[in-house]
């Protein structure tokens, strides 16, 4: 079950592989996902000292939330992976000049997961031709509706 959704990596990025990883949240955070108070279109993830953590990642917290805590919206959170699969990444992105980005934040068995991909920048021509091919699926669309909603069976 999908949470929140990062529309904007796809737009901005050639996905080239994607990968599952954990969270680590604190009890608001949580209540504020079951909420859906999630943004994660400004999301990067970063590694330091071997480890990922998600900067940017927007969870707004609720007002009933427990007057003992200080929420911080934008509080940077770790990624749990296994540690072959963080030296693998750890090595794409520093040698071949890719960046990690949240695709999705969705449930599994309960548990907040995060997707984030290995992607490339795109350029602003591909941009313009992922644009090109949407407003054309888009056009598609429309003249394969009128053109079936006008033409009466039998």
């Known amino acids: 079950m999908s949470i929140a959704e990062n529309r904007r990596a796809r737009f901005e990025y050639h996905i080239e592989e994607r990968f599952e990883a954990g969270i680590v949240l604190e009890g608001w955070e949580v209540k504020a996902i079951r909420a ?31 007057t003992h805590v200080r929420p911080e919206a934008d509080r940077t959170k770790k990624l749990l992976m296994k540690k072959d699969e963080i030296r693998r990444l750890i090595g794409k992105v520093e040698q071949r000049g890719y960046t990690l980005v949240p695709l999705s934040m969705y449930y599994k068995n309960g548990l907040v997961k995060v997707e984030i991909a290995l992607a490339k920048g795109k350029q602003l021509h591909d941009k313009r031709e992922t644009e090109k091919k949407r407003d054309w699926e888009r056009e598609k669309g429309r003249l394969m509706r009128h053109k079936v909603s006008s033409n009466p069976k039998g």
């Not at 108070?37 to 990922?52: F, H, K, P, S």
Request: with cysteine; charged share 20%.
């Open 36 to 66: 859906g108070q999630v943004q994660l279109t400004d999301g990067y993830v970063v590694i330091r000292d071997g480890e990922l953590y998600l900067i940017g990642c927007r969870i707004n917290a609720l007002r009933t939330a427990s």
